[in-house]
C-alpha cells in the first residue's frame, strides 16, 4: 500500500490551508456561526471559484474526479479550522448519490451545485430507526409521501432533498423540492453550530418527484455514500485532533505556574504524550481506509468502522485534555479549544456511533 501523496494532492492541501487559515479565521467562524444562515454564502461562492465544489464529480459531469484521498485532505484541514459551510451535505452526501444515476435531471442539478447555485441535502434517517438506515416508515403510497426525516444537514437552505422513502414495492431515491406543498421543515442547531432540520411530509404528491434509484440500486448507493462520509468526517476530526494537540502544546509552554511553564510538570507532558499517540493512531486508519475506499477493498466497510470507533475514543481523549489543560479558559467560547471538544461529540454520534460501529466491525 502506497503512503505517499502524490504532488497534487500535497498541492491541494498547501492550497486548502492557505484558504482557511486567511480567510476562516476564529472570529471569522464565530461571527459565520451566530448568522442567521449559519453558514458564508460569500464563502460557498469562493469554494464554487476555487473549483472545490466540483471535487468529488466525475470529469463528464464537470468535476475534477477527486476521490476520497483527496476528500480527506479536504476534510482534514477544515477540521483545523472548524470549517461550518455545508460541504458534507452537498458534495459528498447529496454527490454521492448524484453519481450513481445517470440522468439528465441529475447531471443538471450536479452543474447547478458546482457552481454554487443550489444546495442538495440528503433525508435517509429517521426518529425511531436508530442507526438503522434501510429500516423505513416514512413512505409513498398512491402517489402521496408521508412520514418525518430527522437530523437531516443544512435542511434550512437546501433548495431539494434526496429522500430515501419505502413505497409498495422496496426502498427508493426521491428527488423531492423543498417548497413542495405538504412539506414543513423544523429547523435547529447541533451542539458544534451545524445546521440541521426534522421533515415532516403529510400528503406530499409525488408529481413533481423524480425517482433517482430503487430497489438493490439505493440501498447500495445509501451504504457507499455512509462509508464516504464517514471517512470525511473521521478524516474532519483528525484535523481538529491535530490542533487541539498542537494549541495545547504552545498554551502549556506560555501558562506559567510555580514560576516555571507548567509544560515542565511531567505529568503533564505525559498527559500530552497520549493526545499526540491518539491522534497518530487515529491518522494511521484514516491512511488505510482512505487508500482501501479508493481501491473499492472489499475490506473497506470494516476497516470504515474500525476508523469511526477509534476516532470516537480518541477524539474524545484529545479533546477532553485539551479542555481540561487550558483551565477554565478551555470552556470559555472566546477560544476557539472547547469548540473543538463540541465538534467531536457531534462527530461521534454521526452515521452511528462508537459503539454501533464496533458491532458492525465485529459483523463483517
Same mark, same amino acid.
Given at each position: 500500500?502506497?503512503?505517499?501523496?502524490?504532488?497534487?494532492?500535497?498541492?491541494?492541501?498547501?492550497?486548502?490551508?492557505?484558504?482557511?487559515?486567511?480567510?476562516?479565521?476564529?472570529?471569522?467562524?464565530?461571527?459565520?456561526?451566530?448568522?442567521?444562515?449559519?453558514?458564508?454564502?460569500?464563502?460557498?461562492?469562493?469554494?464554487?471559484?476555487?473549483?472545490?465544489?466540483?471535487?468529488?464529480?466525475?470529469? @463528464?459531469?464537470?468535476?475534477?474526479?477527486?476521490?476520497?484521498?483527496?476528500?480527506?485532505?479536504?476534510?482534514?484541514?477544515?477540521?483545523?479550522?472548524?470549517?461550518?459551510?455545508?460541504?458534507?451535505?452537498?458534495?459528498?452526501?447529496?454527490?454521492? $448519490?448524484?453519481?450513481?444515476?445517470?440522468?439528465?435531471?441529475?447531471?443538471?442539478?450536479?452543474?447547478?451545485?458546482?457552481?454554487?447555485?443550489? %444546495?442538495?441535502?440528503?433525508?435517509?434517517?429517521?426518529?425511531?430507526?436508530?442507526?438503522?438506515?434501510?429500516?423505513?416508515?416514512?413512505?409513498?403510497?398512491?402517489?402521496?409521501?408521508?412520514?418525518?426525516?430527522?437530523?437531516?444537514?443544512?435542511?434550512?437552505?437546501?433548495?431539494?432533498?434526496?429522500?430515501? $422513502? @419505502?413505497?409498495?414495492?422496496?426502498?427508493?431515491?426521491?428527488?423531492?423540492?423543498?417548497?413542495?406543498?405538504?412539506?414543513?421543515?423544523?429547523?435547529?442547531?447541533?451542539?458544534?453550530?451545524?445546521?440541521?432540520?426534522?421533515?415532516?411530509?403529510?400528503?406530499?404528491?409525488?408529481?413533481?418527484?423524480?425517482?433517482?434509484?430503487?430497489?438493490?440500486?439505493?440501498?447500495?448507493?445509501?451504504?457507499?455514500?455512509?462509508?464516504?462520509?464517514?471517512?470525511?468526517?473521521?478524516?474532519?476530526?483528525?484535523?481538529?485532533?491535530?490542533?487541539?494537540?498542537?494549541?495545547?502544546?504552545?498554551?502549556?509552554?506560555?501558562?506559567?505556574?510555580?514560576?516555571?511553564?507548567?509544560?515542565?510538570? %511531567?505529568?503533564?507532558?505525559?498527559?500530552?504524550?497520549?493526545?499526540?499517540?491518539?491522534?497518530?493512531?487515529?491518522?494511521?486508519? $484514516?491512511?488505510?481506509?482512505?487508500?482501501?475506499?479508493?481501491?473499492?477493498?472489499?475490506?473497506?466497510? @470494516?476497516?470504515?468502522?474500525?476508523?469511526?470507533?477509534?476516532?470516537?475514543?480518541?477524539?474524545?481523549?484529545?479533546?477532553?485534555?485539551?479542555? %481540561?489543560?487550558?483551565?477554565?479558559?478551555?470552556?470559555?467560547?472566546?477560544?476557539?479549544?472547547?469548540?473543538?471538544?463540541?465538534?467531536?461529540?457531534?462527530?461521534?454520534?454521526?452515521?452511528?456511533?462508537?459503539?454501533?460501529?464496533?458491532?458492525?466491525?465485529?459483523?463483517?
Amino acid at each position: 500500500m502506497d503512503l505517499e501523496f502524490s504532488d497534487e494532492q500535497n498541492m491541494l492541501r498547501d492550497a486548502v490551508s492557505k484558504f482557511c487559515e486567511t480567510e476562516y479565521t476564529f472570529d471569522k467562524r464565530e461571527k459565520i456561526v451566530e448568522s442567521n444562515l449559519g453558514h458564508s454564502p460569500d464563502l460557498w461562492k469562493q469554494f464554487a471559484e476555487l473549483g472545490w465544489l466540483g471535487m468529488p464529480f466525475s470529469e @463528464k459531469n464537470g468535476g475534477y474526479d477527486a476521490g476520497p484521498i483527496e476528500l480527506s485532505i479536504i476534510f482534514e484541514e477544515f477540521g483545523k479550522h472548524l470549517i461550518v459551510e455545508p460541504y458534507l451535505s452537498n458534495i459528498v452526501m447529496s454527490g454521492s $448519490l448524484l453519481e450513481a444515476t445517470d440522468t439528465d435531471v441529475s447531471r443538471e442539478l450536479i452543474n447547478n451545485i458546482i457552481s454554487g447555485n443550489k %444546495q442538495v441535502s440528503v433525508a435517509f434517517s429517521e426518529p425511531n430507526n436508530g442507526y438503522k438506515f434501510h429500516e423505513i416508515s416514512c413512505s409513498v403510497a398512491d402517489n402521496k409521501i408521508n412520514g418525518t426525516k430527522s437530523i437531516v444537514l443544512n435542511a434550512e437552505f437546501a433548495d431539494k432533498f434526496i429522500v430515501y $422513502l @419505502k413505497n409498495e414495492n422496496n426502498n427508493g431515491l426521491y428527488l423531492v423540492d423543498a417548497d413542495t406543498p405538504g412539506l414543513s421543515i423544523n429547523s435547529f442547531s447541533t451542539i458544534d453550530g451545524s445546521n440541521c432540520g426534522d421533515l415532516h411530509f403529510e400528503d406530499v404528491s409525488t408529481e413533481n418527484t423524480v425517482v433517482l434509484l430503487s430497489g438493490d440500486d439505493a440501498t447500495q448507493a445509501i451504504d457507499k455514500m455512509l462509508d464516504l462520509s464517514i471517512l470525511c468526517i473521521c478524516a474532519e476530526a483528525i484535523g481538529g485532533m491535530f490542533t487541539s494537540y498542537t494549541k495545547t502544546v504552545q498554551y502549556t509552554k506560555e501558562r506559567e505556574q510555580f514560576g516555571q511553564p507548567i509544560s515542565n510538570f %511531567q505529568v503533564l507532558q505525559h498527559r500530552m504524550v497520549e493526545m499526540f499517540m491518539e491522534t497518530e493512531i487515529a491518522k494511521s486508519l $484514516l491512511m488505510k481506509a482512505m487508500m482501501q475506499l479508493d481501491a473499492n477493498d472489499k475490506e473497506s466497510s @470494516k476497516t470504515i468502522s474500525a476508523l469511526k470507533a477509534q476516532v470516537g475514543k480518541a477524539s474524545r481523549i484529545v479533546g477532553q485534555e485539551a479542555v %481540561q489543560l487550558h483551565g477554565g479558559m478551555g470552556v470559555s467560547n472566546e477560544m476557539s479549544i472547547g469548540h473543538y471538544l463540541k465538534k467531536f461529540t457531534a462527530i461521534d454520534s454521526m452515521f452511528g456511533n462508537r459503539i454501533f460501529h464496533l458491532k458492525r466491525f465485529t459483523s463483517l
